[in-house]
């Protein structure tokens, strides 16, 4: 990888760092984790969506308990203060990177797309 | 999203755009193009590869024969000057994205790593 390279994506390493949405989303993370009961709680709520998701890339079924559970665990969280905040900040952060990668990948696109 | 984290991903979006990796790619890419049966055996080439990964993921089996029929187009892409050459092309293209992705996405997994 040449240095402008290397050196722009530094520098956007440094702006997502300094970023709102990164201090807010560390921010909310720390708090999380500084309460027990809702790093657990929340640890709970992140295992039993990754399973699920895990089981529909199988091409597996989902079972009505399990999507019971799912909705359970999901109203639980989000009658979280903390939580919430946290899962808000998550999003916000997702949604700059998507931004960021759609600038970025638009060489990409552009020549894969002028062939389709 | 801020004004310096547009700025720093547009800076970036150039940098990949100047790159060598990118260059080389866009005239591999506009070479097989250019060349009729070479763009139809790249796109049957790509084809079957998609298709095998769409089953994997879906958890489906893969038979014998789409083995074998995966592995003669490959054996026969291999063997095609240009279409080497574009997928290499390739190859060092999301090489460098894996970098860059990695520089950017530091702040993140310091987050997450953090915490484990």
Same mark, same amino acid.
């Not at 665990?73 to 009658?79: E, G, K, N, R, S």
């Given at each position: 990888m040449a240095v402008n390279l290397y050196d722009s994506a530094y +520098? &956007?390493? %440094?702006? !997502?760092? +300094?970023?709102? @949405?990164y201090k807010a989303l560390r921010q909310a993370y720390d708090e999380v984790n500084a309460d027990p009961s809702a790093k657990t709680m929340f640890e709970n709520f992140r295992n039993i969506q $990754? @399973? &699920? /998701? /895990? %089981?529909? $890339?199988m091409g597996q079924d989902i079972t009505q308990e399990e999507v019971e559970q799912a909705q359970k665990?999901?109203? &639980? !969280? /989000?009658?979280h203060e903390q939580i919430s905040k946290l899962m808000e900040a998550e999003q916000r952060m997702s949604m700059m990177i998507a +931004? $960021?990668? %759609?600038?970025? $990948?638009k060489p990409l696109e552009e020549l894969y797309g002028a062939v389709e």
């Open positions: +520098e &956007l390493e %440094k702006a !997502v760092r +300094e970023s709102d @949405e $990754m @399973e &699920l /998701q /895990q %089981k529909q $890339m665990t999901v109203a &639980l !969280v /989000q009658q +931004e $960021m990668n %759609k600038i970025i $990948m």
